[in-house]
């Protein structure tokens, strides 16, 4: 079985696309295999109510300490992973960041200098949601024990409280000032007999420190069913302010709610767990993080058996190049778990535009169109689907059901019914209202450093536009677009009509946000010639192209070789149009068409031909 993972371009047409995989093997003749992709009206939207990730966030070299090699092969493992997660829709992970403490006569003593590199990395990934912590490299006490009180009075205070009061307030206002991502520390692992009631002793004590902080909880891994108070884990699941649960039902769930804890779910990672049934968990009852074992297939030691099983809910694997291999697991349950969950998202947020449409209408005394009534039918079938979602069951004990691919076929279906019933609304001929047009045209680039952009979108009805992200690493307030990294940052500008105009039909423009600013890259470039030679106009090796222009397409300033441009144009025997042209490494362009240099329109994707 091959797996390929497709991302289309932002902004590519839905319907299906043919094409040929071409397999040559270096001792068996070359085969081709006929693909056919479909490409959805819709976006997957991000997961932004829920943290969702593995234990873990790294591949490990074992047995080799204080090595800078190790340490660099490492950070990249840590910083592709990142990367690899964010490219899968999960937002979260644990054992980051990494905290040393001393405790000496002269106090608390933090060292934060990894722990911040480590979330400045993470911010700039685009995660934002809560992370779970098993970061402490030397934390003065045993987080699951909890500290002395002979601990407590060498930092210089009396009593455990007061120590774990000053260590978490201090690492708190830090957290804060360095804008780190909200952490969980965790407390204790699945203790059983003997073990639970200090863990409870433990949490409770954690827990009277929490007033006041607002970076950092505690959590802790156990399991309960039932809602018996002679149950050991009774009091465990009470006193976590984030219990992790890897086994629970309806009942265990109403016990940790009762002290106004939320709760996280661990393990058990299956397609099921980790799309429908974590939708039912999260709409109702308010699931916090979601975390499963483990990000390394190895987990860094090949001699553990526990944790060289790739059966073992495992994520990545690497080679010594530091590349990310994703497991079996990885590609055939969790991820498509997750997008099972975000077809759900889309499914709510299709639904709420779907009722505010249909609100408008009947509004406007346009409920009994014939488009109205379709898109009533299509709120009907999707609603279904989430009546049947929340009346799931929330324990870990039920079956799984056999029919989840056809589940994500029919809730697939529902999305392209509501998105066509909405849109056929728009262009209703039996509508009485005038039509409207959009413009909107920002610019095409935009550099990271250069701080926000103005948008500007006006209609020819004189009405007020709106402005939306639909896909990118920026914020939009008002009419200021914020970049947040580099990346295509694909926005809408709308229209909704009123007893006058029908709805514009939207306006999608990509804005590519530059990663580094010119001069950055020229001084690199030209070294001691930059003043000289690296003036953005300048043209140094003679190519025709500017320097900003070979900054554009990443091609070398200082050779006339490089650049981009036509190399050969000429007309097909099919009539269509045959242009060739230099490349920039890891570039793609897009084609538009102009009759007067000025407006430019691009040209659908299904109708250009690409070779390298």
């Known amino acids: 079985r091959f797996w390929l993972r497709v991302q289309p371009p932002p902004g590519t047409p839905a319907g299906d696309y043919a094409g040929t995989v071409l397999l040559n093997p270096q001792w068996a ?23 969702v990730g593995p234990f873990g966030s790294s591949i490990e070299v074992p047995w080799v300490e204080n090595e800078p090699l190790v340490d660099e092969w490492e950070w990249n493992v840590f910083d592709r992973g990142l990367d690899a997660l964010r490219a899968g829709g999960f937002n979260s992970f644990s054992a980051r960041p990494r905290v040393s403490v001393a405790l000496t006569t002269s106090g608390i003593q933090l060292n934060t200098a990894l722990a911040d590199r480590e979330m400045a990395l993470i911010r700039s990934k685009g995660f934002d949601q809560l992370i779970s912590g098993y970061g402490w490299r030397s934390l003065g006490y045993t987080l699951a024990t909890g500290p002395t009180l002979s601990q407590a009075q060498l930092a210089g205070y009396t009593t455990v409280t007061g120590f774990l009061a000053a260590l978490y307030s201090t690492l708190d206002q830090h957290a804060v000032a360095s804008n780190w991502l909200p952490v969980a520390w965790n407390l204790c692992d699945e203790p059983v007999g003997a073990a639970i009631r200090p863990a409870v002793t433990n949490a409770l004590l954690h827990r009277t420190v929490t007033t006041g902080l607002s970076r950092i909880t505690f959590m802790g891994e156990t399991s309960m069913t039932g809602n018996s108070p002679s149950d050991a884990h009774y009091d465990l699941v009470q006193a976590l302010p984030l219990p992790a649960l890897t086994a629970f039902d309806e009942d265990a769930l109403g016990v940790l709610r009762t002290p106004g804890n939320r709760f996280a779910y661990y ?135 056999a029919d989840i691919r056809e589940r994500r076929e029919a809730l697939s279906d529902t999305l392209i019914q509501l998105i066509t019933a909405r849109q056929a609304t728009y262009a209703d001929p039996s509508d ?46 008002g009419n200021q677009l914020t970049p947040t990294n580099a ?49 953005p106009e300048g043209d140094p090796d003679q190519d025709g192209v500017s320097n900003r222009g070979e900054w554009l397409g990443q091609t070398d300033p200082q050779r006339a070789d490089q650049h981009i441009g036509w190399t050969g144009l000429r007309l097909r025997g099919d009539a269509s149009l045959e242009i060739t042209h230099n490349q920039g490494p890891g570039r793609t362009y897009p084609m538009a068409v102009s009759t007067d240099l000025v407006q430019w329109a691009a040209i659908p994707a299904d109708q250009i031909r690409s070779s390298p």
């Open 29 to 51: 003749e070359p085969t081709g295999i006929p693909v056919v992709v479909r490409v959805l009206p819709f976006d997957l939207p991000p997961v932004t109510n829920l943290a």
């Open 487 to 535: 990346g295509p940052v694909v926005v809408r500008a709308g229209q909704a009509g009123d007893h006058t105009w029908k709805p514009a039909p939207p306006a999608d423009r990509t804005i590519v946000i530059v990663p580094c600013v010119y001069q950055d890259w020229a001084r690199e470039k030209f070294g001691a010639g930059y003043d000289a030679d690296g003036g």
């Open 267 to 401: 393990n058990g990672g299956t397609r099921w767990t980790f799309g429908f049934f974590m939708k039912m968990l999260k709409d109702r009852h308010d699931l916090a993080l979601r975390l499963n074992w483990h990000f390394n297939v190895c987990a860094g030691n090949p001699y553990y058996p526990l944790d060289s099983r790739e059966d073992d809910y495992c994520w990545f694997n690497s080679n010594p190049n530091a590349d990310l291999v994703p497991s079996m697991d990885f590609l055939q349950t969790l991820l498509p778990g997750l997008n099972d969950y975000r077809y759900l998202l889309e499914l709510d947020r299709q639904l709420a535009l779907a009722s505010d449409r249909t609100n408008e209408m009947n509004s406007l005394g346009l409920g009994g169109l014939p488009t109205a009534q379709a898109l009533d039918h299509a709120m009907a079938a999707g609603m279904a689907i989430t009546q049947q979602v929340n009346a799931l069951r929330a324990g870990t004990d039920v079956e799984i059901p």
């Open 432 to 477: 009485p209202r005038a039509d409207q047009t959009l413009s909107f045209a920002p610019a095409r680039t935009h550099i990271l450093t250069n701080g926000p952009l103005v948008l500007t979108a006006s209609a020819s009805s004189g009405l007020p536009t709106t402005l939306d992200i639909l896909l990118g690493p920026a914020h939009l307030v």
